[in-house]
């Protein structure tokens, strides 16, 4: 494949043509209307070119430095047919890709660039716009919103959009134009001499799939009783899946699905933490402390942030159970609370008094305030009637 462009110094690059590796497959993802197929074009192998590193001036980019540490280096190239309809079908659709990529081994999540997105938009009837090396699935959502956008405002004000390649400046949020693109016939394409046929018959008879993320939250729903949405989110990335595998064989399945898709997750995701840095048994010993009832579960999340931050800092942390004995952060006995709850009593006469009118939410209320003294320590369900037999008039009285 011949081009001329600073990221490819030989000129040339060897790439699969006439005979790819695969041709007409496809992946379901859940679409804007219910569930479709993305149809895949066809995968073949190719060389990797440099990378460009576009620097940003005023509105432009201002010069653009070369990287050729990849240049030369195999990867496979995956085309899909146009039946993507929106920038959030589009993310769905790399989601599920790389999900299902990890699952059969050929794709390390963790590493870094090794999954890139060159995403091609046309409003119909007008001429194709490709954009190139967008590096996370963030960046393509954003890309192609802001594309979609600017091909519309062109053809509303009756001009015409140029077929080109473009980059995403990632940082503000918009495309800037680098190239006019090439049609099929300027590359010349012509047979590689010194490369020999490559025979994948004797491979692909020898293939096993592996169970894949759809099978897998199959039998999550069907094992641990899941609903559709935990078992979508904790089977979309292999190590989070393996992760809560090995805890629902230590702590009750339907909780700790709760606690990993619900809680989890959204401290990792503020952290910038992968699920593998997590201890999976103090994971475990906090979802047992909340499923016996021994802590509530704002305590519960307190120890949890405690945790991932001991683990930030290289330390080693202690186990739930002994952070919450240290810190006196269990659900105490009933008279633990005796004291704060009649300081809250006498503090709110007039919420008092409007209980003793039949006003339920004045109840409300003074729960709310002694589980504010208390920092979540005390647990609604034990304190309420306690409160409730303190402010209640005994009969004749």
Known sequence: KNYFYPDLPKGYQITMYDRPLAVWGYLEIEGDEGEKKIRITRIHLEEDPGRLVHKAGAGHVAYTLVDYNRSGIPLIEIVTEPDLRSPKEARRFLNKLRATLEYLGVYDGEREGGLRVDANISIRGSERVEVKNISSYKGVEKALTFEITRQKNLIRRGLRVERETRHFQEGRGITTSARSKETENDYRYFPEPDLRPLRVKDWVEAIALPELPDARRDRFMATYGLSLNHARTLTGDLRLAEFYEALAAKADPAL??????????????????????????????????????????????????????????????????????????????????????????????????????????????????????????????????????????????
């Open 256 to 397: 700790a699905a709760t606690w990993t898709a619900d809680t989890l997750l959204g401290e990792l995701n503020y952290r910038d933490m992968p699920v593998t840095t997590v201890p999976l048994d103090h994971f475990a010993n906090l979802v047992g402390l909340v499923g016996r009832g021994e802590v509530t579960d704002r305590v519960a999340v307190d120890v949890l942030r405690a945790l991932l931050d001991a683990v930030i800092a290289g330390e080693t942390p202690v186990t739930p159970s002994a952070y919450v004995k240290q810190h006196n952060l269990g659900k105490g006995a009933a008279d633990a609370f005796a004291a704060v709850i009649d300081e809250v009593i006498a503090e709110n006469p007039q919420a008092v008094a409007d209980y003793r009118e039949g006003k339920g939410a004045a109840l409300n209320f003074l729960v709310g305030q002694v589980m504010k003294k208390t920092r979540g320590k005390a647990d609604p369900k034990e304190i309420t009637p306690l409160i409730a037999a303190r402010i209640t008039p005994e009969e004749g009285a």
